[in-house]
């Protein structure tokens, strides 16, 4: 009876070693929205790169800021030659993990460091969480201020731009083979 | 009087033309990938070994520049209504990924892995990839 017992802990360990535990995206979506008085922006991403590891529950993003689209071209111009400064610094990576994740609660928080134009900061964020058999959805929203990461916006548009940024994101990952 | 008239009517004419051109200029519109010629024109494996090689470097020459490149295809899947190309050679690790304008969508249909393709769209970079985007097919 031990050795049964035996044979199928040291199955399951074998299966466990080989079970499909980290699921991957490239076309996460990541989009950020400035509220103000003159006017609304809004740029969505669809090219973002996440990987999360759901034995760990660790997370890693990676984004392209020139990945932005914007409705107008002026804006997406400024952002990224003046404000973000994409040919110094191209990428955002974020890089956390979920905070007790219990399968059975869809609500997580994740709690990470954000760099971004330079500067990193620790972000934490409310998610929900989906887990299917073929798939792991991460959706969620948290806010950064434009300070925080040391960009600055000209005095003439200061009232065109929220001094707080809304950031949403929703990351449909697949098994990473 | 009638001098006074003519100034302030000259004024007014200066004041409309300024805020025609700031509407202008507000709402220029975005790179037109469709008829607009592209800034270097290479193959997917040479980009790939050029981001290989130096990825600060390459990235400054390459990323928000149109780019033709010629490839082979290797993935055709669709992503919010819009076509994805995957360019990728056998023994290459990364690949080139072109986000398609989704007028091309009936043209990617046309399209089988392994063919050889001419996509001309904008670069944004890389990550584990080459991202191109606004992308159509040459042709």
Same mark, same amino acid.
């Not at chain 1, 090219?47 to 107008?72: C, G, N, P, W």
């Not at chain 1, 997406?76 to 973000?84: A, C, G, K, L, V």
């Given at each position: 009876?031990?050795?049964?017992?035996?044979?199928?802990?040291?199955?399951?360990?074998?299966?466990?070693?080989?079970?499909?535990?980290?699921?991957? =995206?490239?076309?996460?979506?990541?989009?950020?929205?400035?509220?103000?008085?003159?006017?609304?922006?809004?740029?969505?991403?669809?090219?973002?790169?996440?990987?999360?590891?759901?034995?760990?529950?660790?997370?890693?993003?990676?984004?392209?800021?020139?990945?932005?689209?914007?409705?107008?071209?002026?804006?997406?111009?400024?952002?990224?030659?003046?404000?973000?400064?994409?040919?110094?610094?191209?990428?955002?990576?974020?890089?956390?993990?979920?905070?007790?994740?219990?399968?059975?609660?869809?609500?997580?928080?994740?709690?990470?460091?954000?760099?971004?134009?330079?500067?990193?900061?620790?972000?934490? /964020?409310?998610?929900?969480?989906?887990?299917?058999?073929?798939?792991?959805?991460?959706?969620?929203?948290?806010?950064?201020?434009?300070?925080?990461?040391?960009?600055?916006?000209?005095?003439?548009?200061?009232?065109?731009?929220?001094? =707080?940024?809304?950031?949403?994101?929703?990351?449909?990952?697949?098994?990473?083979? | 009087?009638?001098?006074?008239?003519?100034?302030?009517?000259?004024?007014?004419?200066? &004041?409309?033309?300024?805020?025609?051109?700031?509407?202008?200029?507000?709402?220029?519109?975005?790179?037109?990938?469709? &008829?607009?010629?592209?800034?270097?024109?290479?193959? /997917?494996?040479?980009?790939?070994?050029?981001?290989?090689?130096?990825?600060?470097?390459?990235?400054?020459?390459? /990323?928000?520049?149109?780019?033709?490149?010629?490839?082979?295809?290797?993935?055709?899947?669709?992503?919010?209504?819009?076509?994805?190309?995957?360019?990728?050679?056998?023994?290459?690790?990364?690949?080139?990924?072109?986000?398609?304008?989704?007028?091309?969508?009936?043209?990617?249909?046309?399209?089988?892995?392994?063919? /050889? &393709?001419?996509?001309?769209?904008?670069?944004?970079?890389? $990550? $584990?990839?080459?991202?191109?985007?606004?992308?159509?097919?040459?042709?």
């Amino acid at each position: 009876m031990k050795r049964v017992y035996i044979l199928v802990l040291s199955l399951l360990m074998v299966g466990n070693m080989f079970a499909q535990e980290k699921y991957l =995206t490239k076309e996460g979506y990541v989009s950020f929205f400035s509220h103000s008085i003159v006017e609304d922006i809004k740029a969505d991403n669809n090219q973002v790169v996440s990987v999360v590891d759901m034995e760990t529950h660790k997370i890693a993003i990676q984004l392209l800021m020139r990945s932005f689209m914007f409705e107008k071209a002026l804006m997406q111009e400024h952002f990224n030659e003046n404000y973000i400064e994409s040919h110094k610094y191209p990428k955002a990576v974020f890089s956390g993990e979920m905070i007790n994740f219990n399968p059975d609660n869809k609500e997580v928080e994740i709690v990470g460091k954000l760099k971004l134009h330079g500067e990193e900061k620790e972000i934490k /964020s409310m998610a929900t969480v989906t887990v299917k058999p073929d798939e792991v959805i991460i959706k969620g929203d948290f806010k950064v201020k434009v300070a925080d990461f040391n960009i600055k916006i000209p005095r003439v548009v200061v009232n065109n731009i929220a001094k =707080t940024i809304k950031v949403s994101y929703e990351l449909h990952h697949k098994p990473y083979k | 009087m009638k001098n006074k008239f003519k100034i302030i009517f000259g004024l007014l004419i200066l &004041v409309m033309l300024g805020l025609i051109v700031m509407i202008n200029y507000y709402n220029k519109p975005h790179v037109n990938v469709k &008829v607009k010629a592209a800034d270097y024109e290479l193959t /997917s494996q040479n980009l790939l070994k050029e981001y290989g090689e130096d990825e600060v470097k390459t990235d400054k020459k390459y /990323s928000d520049k149109i780019i033709q490149i010629e490839g082979e295809v290797n993935k055709i899947s669709t992503h919010k209504g819009a076509s994805v190309i995957t360019l990728k050679n056998k023994h290459m690790e990364s690949s080139v990924i072109c986000h398609m304008q989704p007028e091309e969508n009936i043209k990617s249909l046309g399209f089988k892995k392994g063919q /050889s &393709v001419q996509i001309r769209g904008i670069c944004t970079g890389y $990550l $584990l990839d080459v991202i191109m985007v606004k992308c159509v097919f040459v042709k």
